[in-house]
């Protein structure tokens, strides 16, 4: 970010005059930097950007028609820096799920209003998952079914040390390895170790799924 003041925030939307009227509509707390239309080069713009968040949506054209999904596989090396936020007309079920387990950190609408998605931009990158009222519904259930039946009665939190529930908190807030490192004054391989036993006992596949199961039990 070049201005302390605001985030620099990149629009990968297909429709010039939606990425045009959006730009209009974000409060000062947003900058953006760059704009894209398809897969293809969002990926390249956000790789040569890096901006705080990425605003995408999720059907795109180009690329291996993956749309915003496959936009966020292919740029799955900057996840840690970079985060995702959903901003799209679609309010399905298998759009919400799938670009969440892509990668994504939030998913909010179109109809959202200017100052909804600045706020939301802003609560990304600070770490946390926005989602709107309907399509949380979704993510709840889509994670916290296969989560529930994975734990029967027990407190799924048991199964983890206390060192691995505090690495667990830190990583799910979108720290960096090194940084949890630093926080934690543990180097950054015990971190490595300590992330593989969290998502191993929770049975999770990815760093975002842990974010969701963690945003869904309220405990970041």
Do not use: C
């Amino acid at each position: 970010m070049n201005d302390s003041a605001s985030l620099d925030v990149v629009i990968v939307d297909d429709h010039s005059i939606f990425r045009s009227g959006l730009r209009a509509d974000l409060d000062a707390t947003v900058r953006v930097v760059g704009e894209a239309a398809t897969v293809d080069e969002a990926v390249e713009l956000i790789a040569q950007l890096r901006p705080a968040v990425v605003l995408l949506d999720v059907h795109l054209p180009g690329g291996a028609g993956g749309g915003g999904a496959e936009v966020l596989k292919r740029s799955s090396g900057l996840l840690d820096s970079v985060r995702f936020l959903a901003l799209s007309v679609s309010d399905a079920a298998e759009d919400v799920v799938g670009v969440i387990r892509a990668g994504a950190r939030g998913y909010i609408t179109k109809g959202s209003s200017g100052r909804d998605v600045s706020e939301a931009v802003v609560a990304v990158a600070g770490g946390d998952a926005v989602f709107s009222p309907k399509l949380a519904g979704f993510v709840l259930d889509a994670f916290g079914a296969v989560a529930g039946e994975q734990s029967e009665s027990s407190d799924e939190l048991d199964r983890l040390s206390a060192r691995e529930q505090e690495v667990m908190r830190y990583i799910a807030r979108g720290y960096a390895y090194k940084e949890v490192a630093a926080e934690l004054y543990i180097s950054i391989k015990t971190v490595e170790t300590h992330v593989s036993a969290v998502l191993r006992k929770l049975q999770l596949s990815s760093r975002h799924e842990l974010t969701v199961w963690a945003t869904a039990r309220k405990l970041l």
